[in-house]
């Protein structure tokens, strides 16, 4: 058990819809990062949030968007939901801001299906 | 991005030792190189990271080449539940860590 919780593990929704999926990062950990897997993509990079501020920016859609709150969880919200945004989606957590030398701690995921 | 060459898939024998090579030729002297693993089902698990000199830990060991350039995660006696992609990774200058495709790894019983 890595400390950081994903919620829901699954989820099941229509095309142009809109979910949220919630990360609580471990305990005193600053620093949550989202990240999309797909089949055909690998594991990307989306987003990360230090202390409530955004602190990086991968390969991000307009459509989705996230934000971590005073208490440090995250929610990651995506909308106007396609096909094609079909994949397990990542927390992770880390220490602090993310440094080259920082170990990151993964949730187990929320696997979205779009139908 | 930060750019590593791993191979993309490798087979082991149960309680034999795996070396999983990894080339990062792009790689800056700062730059720490890491490794995670996903076992299937799961998220992504720290392995092992290191700067420059080789690293151990319960997990594995890290030989990390004297240029840099390149980097071998050692597995001491494979199990079946060592059975994973394992990624070679280290950040750039983006300060982010950007995974690659990974090295499927087959434990033979």
């Known amino acids: 058990d890595s400390g950081v919780t994903q919620t829901p593990k699954h989820l099941i929704t229509a095309t142009g819809q809109r979910v949220t999926l919630r990360c609580s990062p471990r305990?005193?950990?600053?620093?949550v990062y989202w990240y999309q897997q797909s089949l055909d993509q690998g594991l990307q990079f989306l987003i990360q949030?230090?202390?409530?501020?955004?602190?990086a920016k991968g390969n991000i859609l307009e459509r989705f968007s996230a934000q971590q709150f005073p208490d440090l969880h995250s929610e990651l919200n995506l909308s106007s939901l396609e096909l094609g945004d079909s994949a397990l989606y990542f927390c992770?957590?880390?220490?602090?801001?993310?440094?080259?030398?920082?170990?990151?701690?993964f949730g187990s995921g929320t696997q979205l299906s779009v139908l | 991005d930060a750019k590593t060459t791993q191979p993309n898939s490798m087979e082991s024998n149960e309680e034999e030792p795996v070396h999983l090579p990894c080339n990062h030729s792009?790689?800056?002297?700062?730059?720490?190189i890491h490794w995670y693993r996903q076992l299937p089902s799961q998220g992504p698990e720290y392995v092992i990271h290191?700067?420059?000199s080789n690293v151990n830990n319960r997990m594995a060991s890290l030989a990390i080449a004297e240029d840099r350039k390149s980097s071998t995660l050692i597995l001491h006696r494979a199990t079946l539940r060592d059975a994973a992609v394992y990624y070679c990774?280290?950040?750039?200058?983006?300060?982010?860590?950007?995974f690659g495709q990974g090295t499927t790894l087959q434990v033979k019983p």
């Open positions: 990774i280290y950040s750039g200058n983006t300060g982010k860590l950007i």
């Open positions: 305990s005193g950990d600053l620093s």
């Open positions: 290191g700067l420059t």
């Open positions: 949030y230090y202390n409530g501020e955004e602190r």
């Open positions: 992770a957590s880390s220490v602090d801001v993310g440094g080259i030398n920082e170990k990151l701690f």
């Open positions: 792009t790689i800056s002297g700062t730059d720490y």
